[in-house]
């Protein structure tokens, strides 16, 4: 398996090797940071490192992708490689999960290299499943190296986020994101998709593959419409509520954002000509009070939340000239 060659990854690749050929391989990582910065290949990647059969000293040439462990994890098909992630249609991962897993990696490595557990998203860990794992952190089998992904470490239990060495995934200047990114794909306003994604190289490759650039007028177009009454907020949220969550989101949101700097900057048409005059109505303070709204549904999503209930009462604001937060039905 060719490892993922993320350029903003380099330093932590680096440090991963400096600490197998010093044998300080710590029992339990925390990767930690934004959405779309690949923190899943990069545990991939480290599974591979640290159960590649190459000879240790050969740290530069590892994970190698010919031995029998390479070719195994690759396959998915490795005997102490293990994933753990809610089961398909659940949102956590249960303590039945965790147990089995541990029972698992008690038991003695098949390839002699040890074994290795990627847990993500590490938030969905019910608190009686991140209790049952406490024990496993604190006296792991030797050789064992566990992996939580989380993009949301303030979620976790603080004994579980001690007990890890934590790795932090940081988003890359803008320039070396759009390198990579033009890279991939010429032709593409890479610079408004990664504004959109927060920065993230790989959220902007996935706005750009769901044909976001075409999404963006429409969901402009909605709004512009939804400002001056001539569409309805509930059919638009019918609309919408196709897209992931996190798409709406960070598009509303940085729309908001535009809408409110474009009050302040008589430079160009930030959010779009038709739409910041259609928002001029708007008040200002309401928009900033939005933007609370916007984050409350964010942090809302990790808790079962109808969608389209959720998208329904961030859109009927903008019908409303931003209806106030305590009026607020699900976010209030
Ligand atoms: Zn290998």
Not at 29 to 55: D, M, Q
Not at 89 to 113: C, G, M, N, P
């Amino acid at each position: 398996m060719s490892a993922p060659d993320f350029p903003w990854q380099k330093p932590l690749r680096e440090r991963m090797r400096r600490a197998l050929l010093q044998q300080r391989m710590p029992h339990a990582l925390l990767l930690e940071g934004p959405e779309g910065l690949g923190k899943r290949p990069f545990a991939g990647w480290v599974s591979l490192l640290v159960l590649c059969e190459a000879p240790a000293a050969e740290t530069e040439t590892r994970p190698c992708g010919k031995c029998r462990s390479c070719r195994w994890i690759a396959a998915g098909t490795h005997p102490d490689a293990f994933d753990l992630q809610p089961e398909e249609d659940k949102k956590w991962i249960a303590i039945e999960q965790v147990r089995e897993l541990v029972e698992k990696l008690s038991l003695k490595s098949f390839a002699r290299k040890g074994k290795v557990a990627v847990i993500w998203p590490a938030s969905s860990l019910t608190s009686n499943a991140a209790n049952s794992l406490l024990k496993t952190l604190e006296e792991p089998t030797s050789g064992t190296l566990l992996m939580l992904i989380t993009s949301r470490p303030a979620r976790l239990p603080a004994t579980i986020r001690s007990r890890c060495q934590r790795l932090r995934f940081t988003v890359p200047p803008p320039a070396e994101a759009s390198a990579w990114l033009t890279a991939q794909n010429e032709g593409t306003d890479w610079p408004r998709l990664l504004e959109l994604g927060g920065g993230a190289p790989l959220a902007a490759l996935a706005l750009h593959e769901a044909g976001f650039a075409e999404l963006d007028g429409s969901f402009r177009a909605d709004l512009e419409a939804l400002i001056l009454r001539r569409q309805d907020p509930l059919s638009v949220a019918g609309r919408w509520s196709h897209c992931t969550p996190e798409t709406c989101l960070g598009w509303l949101e940085n729309c908001t954002r535009r809408l409110i700097i474009g009050r302040f900057s008589a430079v160009g048409e930030p959010a779009g000509a038709g739409l910041q005059k259609a928002a001029k109505s708007l008040k200002l303070q309401r928009l900033f009070l939005y933007l609370d709204q916007v984050n409350a549904a964010r942090a809302a999503l990790d808790s079962p939340l109808n969608w389209q209930l959720a998208l329904e009462s961030l859109l009927i604001p903008w019908s409303d000239e931003l209806r106030p937060l305590e009026e607020n039905p699900i976010f209030g």
